[in-house]
């Protein structure tokens, strides 16, 4: 409803058909949002119900009979292996099918962050092999300004230029109006033409690094494509990054903050179900406000992915560990 009061406007303004704000957009964003706040919703169960059963005496009567806290532990961990088994496979393989609809609806009747047009791309197409254009389209697949260079070690091997380049299929692109310069040690040879087809590993996809593109790869995809990117050179990719570290970090979450809640929660005190639900809100709050600031360092590059998706864990823990040890025995 939040979601639906901000963004009226722009289904109005952009004409957006009822049934593709149902299906497309809605449809799609509530498992990716209910996928990204799993942890957050197991924390504030847990709490709920192990502070329902501390109020009736229930964990008292449950040690007295001589099983030990770490026997009363085992069903929350199982749970938890539970949703973060679904949680990984969900965000990894299920959800990314989703949110290209999503956000097919989004650069469409919300907000575009897709562009037509890329200026200055220079990219390491494969081992040795330079490729710059100065300008392509997406829209009719055509580059112009192009120069191709190749190296063996640091020895410019051959040089490709030409006026015009386009995308067919799949690797197939043509150039037009090239000159070819091969060298051979003190000896040169040019080559010229109106037209050539050739084979370049590479799409036009490529040129246009979208943040918004990581939610849509599967996690197979996405580690193909930061390999794949980082051999090319190409360093704008720290939001795919995050993106595969958080799909590991997590579903740990889940083991984490069930073992914040239910040492919380065990212990029967005067405040009841809501003092202990007003403790698990705020840590809840505080673990998404160290999710955002690390995420934000890694983004302005101060943090490195792997270190920014982990760190709210690894804090976590700790503090999971300390409310442990002091639990109720």
């Known amino acids: 409803m939040l979601d639906l009061t901000e963004k009226l406007d722009k289904f109005f303004d952009n004409h957006a058909p009822l049934k593709a704000i149902v299906f497309d957009y809605y449809l799609c964003f509530i498992p990716y949002f209910g996928i990204m706040l799993s942890p957050l919703f197991t924390f504030i169960a847990v709490i709920f119900f192990t502070s329902k059963m501390a109020g009736n005496s229930e964990i008292i009567s449950i040690q007295a009979s001589g099983v030990s806290y770490n026997r009363f532990l085992r069903p929350y961990f199982i749970s938890a292996a539970v949703i973060a088994i679904s949680t990984f496979v969900l965000s990894g393989y299920i959800i990314p099918t989703a ?156 083991f984490i903050l069930s073992l914040i809640g239910v040492s919380l929660a065990s212990r029967k005190v005067r405040g009841g179900t809501g003092l202990h639900l007003g403790i698990g809100i705020g840590l809840s709050f505080g673990y998404i406000l160290f999710s955002t600031f690390s995420t934000t360092f890694s983004v302005n590059g101060s943090m490195s992915s792997i270190l920014a998706a982990w760190l709210p864990n690894i804090v976590f823990s700790f503090i999971a560990w300390y409310l442990y040890t002091k639990a109720p025995k």
């Open 99 to 254: 949110n290209k609809t999503r956000l097919d609806f989004e650069n469409k009747y919300i907000k575009k962050f897709r562009d037509d047009n890329v200026s200055n791309v220079q990219l390491e197409i494969q081992k040795g092999v330079i490729l710059y254009i100065e300008n392509f389209d997406n829209v009719h697949n055509s580059g112009f300004n192009v120069s191709m260079e190749k190296f063996k070690g640091k020895k410019l091997m051959s040089r490709m230029t030409a006026e015009k380049i386009h995308w067919d299929t799949l690797n197939h692109w043509t150039v037009q109006n090239y000159l070819i310069r091969e060298f051979n040690g003190m000896k040169e040879k040019i080559t010229r033409g109106s037209s050539l087809d050739t084979t370049i590993n590479i799409q036009p996809n490529d040129f246009f690094i979208s943040a918004q593109d990581s939610p849509q790869m599967k996690n197979n995809e996405l580690h193909a494509y930061l390999n794949r990117q980082r051999e090319r050179g190409i360093g704008n990719i720290k939001a795919f990054e995050d993106e595969y570290y958080k799909r590991f970090s997590m579903p740990c979450a889940a």
